[in-house]
């Protein structure tokens, strides 16, 4: 989810190793991922949604949440872990509660149709919250906050992963890389987004550096023993460590309660990857909030958002950047010239309609 | 804010710079609170407010937010920085949101004031806010999010401090130490509480060190130049550093949007303590939210909250703690023994009833 933060490092190395590339236009990497989704059995609704998500995601260059995401996608559904078909299950659950069950279907197209009564809902109450029960999850956050950003709320959304990460002062895997996104509607900007994993880095970062053979910084994870170790293999095997040492830790366990008991769904700790055999246990929830300045404000709420814009103004004065600054510019890259795709994923992702 | 993280360096060092010691029941603490606060002009609302919080840190052995605070807030009333007086106004402004103007007085009475119709709207609407404007705030948020969960609620709280905070990749102060505050109610347990600053170290930490002769790692701060400092003087004039980087920073930027321009107040960097100028601007704003898991899950929350324990107890059973254990045990030892203050603080406390 941190693919804004270490976008530069990911693609130069990205580049490096693969130097083919094929040039897309966003309508041909459309056409190829609705394709490759309709061929292993998606419903045209949950294969527009996967869609819209993984090629926002590859638009603004977060390559680890694009079209790449296609391949665990159809491997989780030709494993049986996720309803190809499913159809969400809206119920209106409080003023301001809504819940959706995704009856064991991707997240996305549970989101989509919750997303209109969160919002009506957080208008009339001032917030509202979104859970989403029993759904697969494999997308970046950040275009989802930034689905109530543009309706000009403020979104937060967070959901627990797999468990690879021990909590501060532990030895041994329980928590997720439980991602948090927030994302703020500006009056003339793309919106302040953020969308970090609690985890020190992503674990796919730990994965690249085992794949090119490189050691990784001891604070990044542990061994099995508990021990640093430099060793990606070895931290893969073993635990990774929050962010920020206790409050990481703290932050990660409140999204673990929040998108999980909170809202009538598991712990991380208790999923697994769905695999061959059939024991995987892929599904989880997804707590998305979404609070509505008009409402907290009335007709102040334009002057406090054009307010906020001092805080933006004087982070970026002292050189500082912004969390998702390097996407939109990425964004606007994609817009001019198409999408740039390593030649080895296309020809992977084709290889899924055999 | 984050005591309970660093409590046993903090009192270790206390102790060995303030041997002597006076030993106070709560109900003798009580009253020196009480009394200070009157002498000094607080209505006895007020002044009851103020000792509730201050003598719950106290009892936790929170020293940083404990009697020690009197004196600052009596220094802020003399200076003029905070209305003794002040009756907060509630305002029912939307189903899930009530805002309390402060009026220019201290956070606590407006938080206590508002608690009830906040606990109200979240258990009616499944999550509510309630927003805090123009108050005087120095009290540590743990204890208002458990005034939540002690009602069986999930508490989340969060306000901006003073700006001693660079954004992560800056150099200059703009943020404040930007704490964020959670509790979630267990059924046979002290709650799970967190609090922590957003800065890498609490500010007293720094000053503590300076005070000592000591230096500090230079990843805590860094000089007027933006350069790293391990001098504690040259850190307290520069800027502190979010803790975690970037995703820290990301944090302290979302607390200065929340609990600002969203409620129709200030950012951090728009105050400054009082001062004998009368040129001081103390007055700011606080988010609090709560969530109902009755409203969320109807019968089925006893179940899920009986579940998140086993996320609690893996916790445990790997030889990792819980944010809030060391305060839990320190306040069994308090309403056992007593609380211990150094004699220094108590003198100083005694003359300002002169």
Known sequence: MTCFFNADNRQEREKTRMSETVLLSLEEAQSLSLTVLQHNGFSPAHAQAITRSVLAAQRDECHSHGLYRLIGCVETARNGGVDTHALPDVIDQAPGVVRID???????????????????????????????????????????????????????????????????????????????????????????TFDFATSEVARGEIELRRRAGESIPTHWAMDAEGNPTSDPTKALAGAMRTFGGHKGSALSTMIELMAGPLI???????????????????????????????????????????????????????GARLPSQRRFEARERTMRYGMSLPKTLVDELNSLMN
Not at 129 to 151: D, G, K, P
Not at 160 to 176: E, I, M, N, Q, Y
Request: net charge negative.
């Open 102 to 192: 995704a009856q064991r279907g991707c997240s996305l197209l549970a989101f989509e149709t919750g997303l209109p009564m969160l919002i009506e809902k957080a208008r009339r109450q001032g917030l509202a919250a979104m859970a989403i029960n029993r759904c697969f999850h494999f997308s970046a956050l950040w275009s989802e906050v930034e689905a109530i950003s543009s309706q000009g709320l403020v979104g937060i959304a967070m959901t627990p992963t797999h468990p690879f990460v021990a909590p501060a002062g532990g030895t041994r895997p329980l928590l997720g890389t439980n991602p948090l996104a927030f994302s703020w509607p500006r009056p003339e900007s793309p919106p302040y």
């Open 264 to 318: 009538g769904d598991v712990l991380g700790h208790e999923t697994t990857p769905a695999n061959t055999e059939g024991t995987g246990k892929p599904l989880h929830g997804e707590l998305v909030v979404a609070l509505c300045p008009q409402a907290f404000l009335g007709s102040e709420a334009d002057h406090h958002l054009r307010h906020a814009e001092t805080l933006f103004d004087d982070i970026l004065g002292q």
